[in-house]
């Protein structure tokens, strides 16, 4: 087996570095800043006293990416909650709402006024499902109506907390697993996942400890400069490398 190298140690290298030592292949991280974690990273607030998760995102049950994850680290920091019910109040307003996803595969939330988000219509969700063919380069702003209510009291919020991405730059093609594994299987497979303590707990410390006991290397404040490409072989140059 071959020394893999990867860059960055968010949630995405974390996961590929769990996945090479699966296969066998021992593992170098690198990450530029002082801890893992990336927008999954968790902070101690001094001023509040309290752990502060940094760019939390709305974990679903149906995210098979997220259990296998988990499973392979033997990680379970996560709470399921019982229903597919998501409150939702609009700061400027003050109005209040919840979307209430039925169990079963046919999405009749959509056809009850009171459990979709006031002012919309059936059809009104309909646009959503563009994302399911859109192409690499399209993001979801150009493909939904931004003038419809369905727009900003469902659509924003909820791809907001999934891919924690404006929605005029988040990629349309990201949405397309997310609907497979949650929305079109019914709101048993759309219940929220919380972290029981904090992101880190739940994802990060358990990654970080399973990457080590397999001898894995992940070296933290070290910012990869740039990658020189020798015939097959690739190497990586750090700040100050000399090398040619």
């Known amino acids: ?22 296969l066998g292949h021992s593992v170098s991280v690198y990450e530029g800043a002082a801890q893992a974690g990336g927008r999954c990273r968790s902070y101690e607030d001094s001023h509040l006293g309290q752990i502060i998760d940094n760019g939390n995102h709305l974990v679903l049950s ?20 019982e229903t597919a019910r998501f409150p939702f109040c609009d700061i400027k307003s003050g109005a209040r709402w919840a979307i209430d996803i039925n169990e079963g595969r046919f999405p ?3 056809f009850s006024a009171g459990r979709r988000a006031p002012g919309t219509t059936a059809l009104d969700y309909l646009p959503g ?15 939904l109506d931004q003038a419809s209510p369905a727009y900003t009291q469902f659509w924003e919020p909820l791809i907001l907390a999934v891919l924690n991405t404006p929605l005029d730059q988040a990629a349309a093609s990201l949405m397309r697993p997310v609907f497979t594994e949650t929305l079109m299987k019914g709101g048993v497979h759309c219940r929220p996942m919380i972290a029981h303590h904090s992101l880190a707990e739940a994802l990060i410390d358990p990654a970080l400890a399973y990457l080590k006991s397999y001898g894995a ?10 990658l020189i490409v020798v ?14």
């Open 108 to 110: 009749s939330w959509v």
């Open 129 to 143: 499902l563009k994302m399911l063919f859109a192409d690499q380069r399209a993001v979801i702003a150009d493909l």
């Open 1 to 22: 087996m071959s020394h893999v190298h990867i860059i960055g140690a968010g949630l995405a290298g974390l996961s590929a570095a769990v996945e090479a030592v699966q």
């Open 217 to 226: 290397q992940v070296h933290f404040g070290c910012r990869v400069a740039g």
């Open 231 to 244: 015939v097959a072989c690739s190497a990586i140059c750090l700040p100050g490398d000399t090398r040619t």
């Open 62 to 81: 149906g995210n098979t990416s997220v259990k296998r994850y988990c499973d392979a680290i033997s990680a379970d920091g996560f709470h399921i909650v």
